[in-house]
């Protein structure tokens, strides 16, 4: 069975920094790609990162350009979303993804299976 498992989310001023991590167990880690989603209240999830098999290949939203940086350790099992300059419409709940396949997906229904999300809250 394949679990994810977010950490590291909280609340933090504008301008701060966070680092999200994401264990994951219950198969073949350095097989498959991965990514993070945000929601916050009243939106649609988005696509915020996301990284292949290897980390050879990482895309990201135009908004976070520059300031997040996604990354993975297989050895370790997990991903990594390095957040800075963070704003306060960046709010929201952060979730991990992984797919089946070692290719990076941008849209959330190419992912299949998914962590239970760790807040994100950034003050003015």
């Known amino acids: 069975q394949v679990r994810l498992v977010e950490s590291g989310g909280g609340l933090v001023q504008a301008g701060g920094s966070l680092r999200l991590s994401c264990l994951s167990s219950?198969?073949?880690?350095?097989?498959?790609?991965m990514g993070w989603f945000r929601r916050t209240p009243g939106k649609e999830r988005e696509f915020v990162a996301t990284i292949s098999s290897s980390g050879s290949t990482t895309i990201y939203v135009d908004s976070v350009k520059n300031r997040f940086t996604i990354s993975r350790d297989n050895a370790k099992n997990t991903v990594y979303l390095q957040m800075n300059n963070l704003k306060p419409e960046e709010t929201a709940v952060y979730y991990c993804a992984s797919r089946i396949r070692a290719a990076v997906a941008t849209i959330s229904s190419s992912y299949d299976y998914w962590g239970q999300g760790t807040q994100v809250t950034v003050s003015s």
């Open positions: 219950g198969r073949t880690f350095s097989s498959y790609a």
